[in-house]
């Protein structure tokens, strides 16, 4: 699936009528609530965008089948971005823990799906060489972990809140805290990748990346909300982010339709 694209529930969960899948399996994508390829505010998609039609190619074997992760490829630390790169102590910020499911279309959990995420530390600034921004490295926060969905679909990990940084889109431009996540089908071509950010976060509407997606209601659905329910009592507040993807047969590339 297209990087860029954002992982979006469809409205029909929501819809008071049962839904059942059309023959063969896959659904039309509604074009209405994803962002255009070419959006003038977002400057990087001016030279990302195709100038010509999209071509449909037909998957190979090497792209449907493989790899198959399971928990014998799992660290104990793997979830738990708290202490998996900590040296002299724990990294500094705000303890929260995400959690959700990794649904289908019809609302079914996917188990034994590869989820990865990485985001910023608390100051707003990536483990990465060409990040450049002033605030501090945390010597105790890698930014980076993974976790299996179990057999309903549910993953969660705990990590500290990112912060928002400033990016060069236009002279004060900033990034809403997010924090990025990659789902793996059943081969490396069906990787989704998409971000999730936090609600109630005031950047949200003037991000000229978010402003590029259409429909509110699948601005929504990557905005997880505060889950207080799953909060550890004086120590870390929790928030809900669940991942629908599209039909019974996943695709990867957006000019198809799509799937699981």
């Not at 289908?104 to 990465?128: I, S």
């Not at 928002?164 to 793996?184: K, L, M, T």
């Not at 003037?206 to 259409?214: A, D, E, G, K």
Request: aromatic share 12%.
């Amino acid at each position: 699936m297209n990087a860029q694209a954002p992982a979006l529930r469809d409205p029909r969960l929501n819809s008071p009528e049962p839904f059942t899948p059309r023959d063969g399996g896959f659904f039309q994508r509604d074009r209405t609530i994803h962002p255009p390829a070419y959006a003038p505010g977002y400057k990087s998609s001016v030279l990302r965008s195709p100038r010509q039609a999209l071509l449909s190619i037909e998957n190979s074997v090497s792209e449907i089948t493989g790899p198959v992760f399971g928990h014998n490829d799992l660290g104990p630390l793997d979830n738990d971005l708290i202490r998996n790169y900590a040296k002299d102590g724990d990294p500094v910020g705000e303890r929260i823990i995400v959690h959700g499911r990794v649904l289908d279309e019809t609302g079914r959990g996917v188990p034994n799906t590869l989820v990865e995420f990485w985001q910023a530390n608390a100051g707003g600034r990536y483990r990465h060489r060409k990040d450049t921004y002033l605030a501090p490295i945390d010597p105790n926060f890698g930014g980076c972990g993974r976790a299996l969905t179990d057999d309903t679909g549910y993953y969660y990990f705990r990590t500290v809140k990112p912060g928002p940084y400033p990016w060069r889109n236009f002279v004060n431009s900033w990034r809403p805290a997010h924090i990025h996540f990659s789902v793996f089908g059943s081969g490396f071509a069906q990787r989704l990748i998409t971000q999730m950010y936090f609600e109630g976060d005031p950047l949200i509407p003037v991000c000229p990346i978010l402003t590029t997606i259409p429909d509110k209601d699948a601005l929504d659905c990557l905005v997880a909300p505060l889950d207080l329910n799953a909060s550890t009592p004086f120590d870390s507040l929790a928030y809900r982010f669940d991942i629908v993807l599209r039909g019974q047969r996943s695709t990867y590339f957006e000019n198809r339709p799509e799937g699981n």
